[in-house]
């Protein structure tokens, strides 16, 4: 519990007089939001929607509406949330004052936001992985470290669906590819045997790991050919799906299939990988 939201429970034990505004939000912490039936109990339901209609959150909404997303920095974002509440609102002590203590009403009106397909991200408390894969917003970067979106207007929805599939091929893949060149079209291309080799380094397992083998490329024999080339078709309608494209060429003798190849112990299979591009922010993954 914030400092501040410690010091709001002292004030009114004190018996001092109320401010005009007050905030619905300290009752979600005495709620139960999780249903196992996809429904929520009246009282659940009345909270979520005073949440909604909240000064704050509000704001949060108005910026999103011209582009879906917003960028810029912690003091940026007070002053125009404070522009939007007016005074009578942002000088009760039940209005978020810093990016902390807002991350923090997120966290528990995590309910009425995922209703809204609302968030807000720190660009400094995240995972490297997750600024370079996962969120697609132009100017955010250190200097203008927060980010607030709605839907999926900021995110790398393909990656998203990658990463839930329980199948680790489609996001080795995507990652994979990902690195590669310039252009709409992100792209790697290789022999069966690089690929498989990439795939093992993305993946970070051992050549010894049986089980991880299996899981990945569908057999623990690395030479295996045709039990690869069967897990890899097997995942083609999802990456079809997240267009991810995968094409394969055979570079074996004169007058082979791909198939045919695939038989022996040499694979003669080229294969090349195409991701999208990410859609707006520039730099690494560019």
């Given amino acids: 519990m914030s400092e501040r939201r410690k010091a709001h429970g002292e004030e009114h034990r004190r018996g001092n007089k109320p401010q005009t505004w007050r905030s619905e939000i300290w009752a979600g912490l005495e709620l139960d939001l999780d249903s196992d039936q996809g429904t929520l109990n009246p009282l659940a339901e009345a909270w979520i929607k005073r949440i909604v209609q909240e000064p704050w959150v509000a704001g949060l909404l108005q910026l999103t509406e011209r582009?879906?997303?917003?960028?810029?920095?912690?003091?940026?974002?007070?002053d125009e949330l404070k522009r939007f509440a007016g005074k009578r609102v942002y000088r009760s002590s039940d209005f978020p004052y810093t990016l902390d203590e807002l991350l923090e009403y997120q966290a528990?009106?995590?309910?009425?936001?995922?209703?809204?397909g609302l968030g807000v991200v720190d660009y400094r408390e995240i995972p490297v992985e997750d600024f370079l894969y996962r969120y697609d917003a132009p100017?955010?970067?250190?200097?203008?470290?927060?980010?607030v979106y709605r839907g999926d207007c900021a995110l790398r929805t393909y990656y998203l669906r990658a990463e839930e599939h329980p199948d680790p091929l489609p996001l080795t893949l995507l990652l994979i590819a990902a690195r590669g060149t310039l252009g709409a079209y992100k792209s790697w291309g290789g022999s069966t045997l690089e690929l498989m080799d990439a795939m093992r380094d993305e993946y970070g397992i051992a050549r010894s790991s049986i089980e991880e083998h299996l899981k990945l490329f569908g057999t623990w024999d690395p030479t295996d050919y045709p039990a690869f080339h069967k897990k890899i078709e097997a995942c083609r309608p999802f990456l079809e799906e997240i267009d991810i494209r995968l094409r394969k060429t055979e570079r074996g003798r004169h007058g082979a299939t791909v198939s045919d190849e695939a038989e022996g112990d040499q694979d003669h299979t080229y294969w090349t990988v195409e991701v999208p591009a990410w859609k707006h922010k520039s730099g690494f993954m560019d």
Wanted: proline share 3%; charged share 30%.
């Fill in 67 to 78: 582009r879906g997303w917003w960028v810029g920095t912690e003091e940026w974002l007070f």
């Fill in 108 to 116: 528990i009106a995590h309910e009425p936001f995922r209703r809204l």
């Fill in 139 to 147: 100017e955010w970067d250190w200097d203008n470290y927060v980010l």
